[in-house]
């Protein structure tokens, strides 16, 4: 495991700006490595200004990236259809995949119009299975990015402080019930996190502050789940604006 990148950036559009570099930069990397990009994306807020960018940077420069080859899919989704205002795909959709030329079949989403969540974690873990050609179900997909961002309460894709997902380790995707929510989400679990090439944290806000300085301190993993996101053999890079970052700089090397 090596030790994290922690970059503090003015506001958030500079935090979905550095991400958008890091997308294209390692994106193209791997296309000309191994042929493609396979990245998950987020949900919440933070992310669409960085959709916006990609899509922004797509429309004056066609050949900013070869989209044809990239393989997006999601690291948590919550328990609505895909048309619903909460639903993580339609956010990206409506900010990004519609506005770029990728291929309808190079979008991996999560079926969460499943009523049953259980049976859409078993769905897009199948779909991870053809993905990325996993023999077994011990074999882990490793992602060449995966964007996440931490919730206020510290937690991260959907694995929330309290819940069972933030101990899964053997699945590779679970449903998770969140009772704060009092509703389904469903989501990668750690493992699968910490196979990645890299990890992208994007962090902003001043609801941040607080739950960055434990995370960068003494701050439990049982409490800041975010914190179990250490890749194995890969990069962990947070992106962090200065109103998350606050003055916990200072223990954060
Ligand atoms: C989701 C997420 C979640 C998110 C954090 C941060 O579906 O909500 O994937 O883990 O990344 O809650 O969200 P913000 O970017 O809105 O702060």
């Given at each position: 495991m090596s030790k994290p990148t922690i970059r503090v950036l003015e506001d958030l559009q500079q935090v979905a700006a550095?991400?958008?570099?890091?997308?294209v930069a390692r994106g193209n990397?791997?296309?000309?490595?191994?042929?493609?990009?396979?990245?998950?994306?987020?949900?919440?807020?933070t992310p669409k200004s960085l959709h916006t960018i990609l899509a922004e940077r797509t429309a004056k420069n066609?050949?900013?990236i070869d989209w044809s080859?990239?393989?997006?899919?999601?690291?948590?989704?919550?328990?609505?259809?895909?048309d619903h205002a909460d639903s993580n795909f339609r956010m990206a959709k409506e900010t990004l995949l519609s506005k770029v030329p990728i291929p309808e079949a190079n979008i991996h989403r999560i079926r969460t119009e499943n009523p049953d969540a259980g049976k859409a974690a078993e769905e897009y873990d199948r779909e991870l299975v053809q993905v990325f050609q996993l023999k077994g179900e011990d074999q882990l997909a490793r992602f060449d990015l995966i964007f996440l961002g931490m919730?206020?309460?510290?937690?991260?894709?959907?694995?929330?402080?309290?819940t069972t997902a933030v101990h899964e380790l053997r699945k590779r995707v679970v449903a998770n019930w969140v009772p704060k929510f009092n509703?389904?989400?469903?989501?990668?679990?750690?493992?699968?996190?910490n196979?990645?090439?890299c990890v992208l944290l994007m962090v902003s806000g001043k609801d941040k502050?607080?739950?960055?300085?434990?995370?960068m301190g003494q701050g439990s993993p049982d409490v800041y789940p975010v914190k179990y996101v250490q890749p194995t053999h890969g990069e962990l890079i947070w992106l962090v604006d200065k109103a998350a970052a606050g003055s916990s700089l200072a223990h954060a090397g």
């Open positions: 550095a991400a958008a570099d890091e997308f990397r791997a296309i000309q490595h191994h042929g493609r990009f396979t990245v998950a994306l987020s949900g919440g807020s066609p050949k900013l080859r990239l393989q997006i899919l999601f690291g948590d989704e919550r328990h609505v259809p895909p919730g206020p309460d510290g937690h991260t894709a959907s694995l929330f402080p309290g509703m389904w989400r469903v989501t990668l679990t750690r493992p699968v996190i196979q990645a090439e502050t607080q739950p960055f300085a434990e995370v």
